[in-house]
């Protein structure tokens, strides 16, 4: 059974910063590209940054520079260090793997980003 448990998330004040991760069981992880997501409410959700599994990374443009994604092999565990947090970062982020068609979400953690 596949399982994405991401964790970390919380209520921060502008200009702090956050570390997310997302422990995954059940697959090779290895081998899956990881995205972090996020949907803020109103909003369709959004690819924040993906790390490939040969070691590429991709921001969108709203996070390059402030949020760094990170990946280890041997836990399992994805990373999304987030700093510099805007209100607008606030959202439900999502851990998702992918890998030749197939696909897996997490259940999301919170970030809320307010003074």
């Known amino acids: 059974q596949v399982q994405l448990v991401e964790s970390g998330g919380g209520l921060v004040q502008p200009g702090g910063s956050l570390r997310l991760s997302c422990d995954a069981s059940?697959?090779?992880?290895?081998?899956?590209?990881v995205d972090w997501y996020r949907q803020a409410p109103g909003n369709q959700r959004e690819m924040v940054a993906r790390a490939s599994s040969d070691g590429d990374e991709n921001y969108a443009n709203s996070v390059r520079g402030r949020f760094t994604i990170s990946r280890d092999n041997a836990k399992s565990t994805g990373y999304l260090q987030m700093t510099n947090l805007k209100p607008e970062d606030t959202a439900l982020y999502y851990c998702?793997?992918?890998?030749?068609?197939?696909?897996?979400w997490g259940q999301g953690t919170q970030v809320t980003v307010s003074s």
């Open positions: 998702h793997v992918t890998w030749r068609g197939f696909e897996y």
């Open positions: 059940g697959v090779n992880f290895k081998f899956y590209d």
